[in-house]
C-alpha cells in the first residue's frame, strides 16, 4: 500500500544533540511538508518542498534544517539550536504543489528532550 | 494572507445528536478547503475536501460540510454522532500565497468529545 512512512514513532533528545526524523513516501507526490504540532496551536510549517533539490522555509524554521534529495525523502534535522523541540512532529505530501487532491500524512514522530 | 479559525477549542455531544463544528477562514483567492480528523497520537485523515465543485461535500463515516462563500465558512457537520467520533478535527485552507506557493494552514482544531 502507498502511504508516508515516519520513523522513529517516539525520539528522545539530551541537550546539545542534533537529531534526524525520517519520512518517506511512496505515493510518487510532489510536495512534501513538515509540520510541528504543540496542544491548543494545531499545526506550524518548518519547511516545505515542492520538488526535488528545493525547499521553502515555513513560519517556524528556526533550529530546524531539511534536504530533498530524492523525491520519496525528506528528512528533518532538529538542530541544538532549536530552544524547545519537544513536541509530536508530522510529515505530509500531496501530489501536486497547489494541495488540490489534499495531504497524506504520516503517523508523526514525537520528540522528547530529556 | 489566508488564516482559519476554529470557532470552538472544544465541542461536546451525547451519542445519537448532531455535531457541529464550526471553520472560518479568509483568502485573498479561490481557496480549496479541507477537513481532517486526528486520533490521539496518531497522524491526521482526511474527511472530506471543497475544490471549487459542489458546496455541499460529502465525506467519510457519514461528515459532510457546506461550502458558503457569503460567510467564509466551512462547517462539519454529522446527522448522529458516534463514540468513536471523538477525536480531533482540523481545517485546513490551502491557496496561492504572495509567492505564488500554495501553503495549506490549519485552524488550531476542534477537539469532540463524545458522551454516551
Known amino acids: 500500500d502507498g502511504g508516508i512512512t515516519q520513523s522513529p514513532k517516539y525520539l528522545f533528545r539530551k541537550e546539545g544533540q542534533n537529531v534526524t526524523l525520517s519520512c518517506e513516501q511512496n505515493?510518487?507526490?510532489?510536495?512534501m511538508y513538515w509540520y510541528r504540532q504543540d496542544p491548543g496551536q494545531g499545526l506550524r510549517l518548518i519547511y516545505y518542498?515542492?520538488?526535488?533539490?528545493?525547499?521553502q522555509k515555513g513560519d517556524i524554521a528556526e533550529g530546524y534544517s531539511v534536504s530533498r534529495e530524492k523525491k520519496e525523502s525528506f528528512p528533518l534535522t532538529v538542530t541544538s539550536a532549536q530552544k524547545n523541540p519537544t513536541a509530536f512532529y508530522l510529515c505530509?505530501?500531496?501530489?501536486?504543489?497547489?494541495?488540490?487532491?489534499?495531504?497524506?500524512f504520516g503517523s508523526g514522530t514525537r520528540l522528547t528532550v530529556v | 494572507a489566508q488564516s482559519v479559525t476554529q470557532l470552538d477549542s472544544h465541542v461536546s455531544v451525547s451519542e445519537g445528536t448532531p455535531v457541529l463544528l464550526r471553520c472560518n477562514y479568509s483568502s485573498s483567492y479561490s481557496p480549496s478547503l479541507f477537513w481532517y480528523v486526528q486520533h490521539p497520537n496518531k497522524g491526521l485523515q482526511l474527511l472530506l475536501k471543497y475544490t471549487s465543485a459542489a458546496t455541499l461535500v460529502k465525506g467519510i463515516n457519514g461528515f459532510e460540510a457546506e461550502f458558503k462563500k457569503s460567510e467564509t465558512s466551512f462547517h462539519l457537520t454529522k446527522p448522529s454522532a458516534h463514540m468513536s467520533d471523538a477525536a480531533e478535527y482540523f481545517c485546513?485552507?490551502?491557496?496561492?500565497?504572495?509567492?505564488?506557493?500554495?501553503?495549506?494552514?490549519f485552524g488550531r482544531g476542534t477537539s469532540l468529545i463524545v458522551h454516551p
Open positions: 505530509a505530501s500531496s501530489i501536486s504543489p497547489t494541495g488540490t487532491y489534499g495531504y497524506t
Open positions: 505515493l510518487n507526490h510532489d510536495a
Open positions: 518542498s515542492q520538488i526535488v533539490n528545493d525547499f
Open positions: 485546513v485552507v490551502s491557496d496561492q500565497g504572495a509567492g505564488g506557493s500554495y501553503i495549506p494552514t
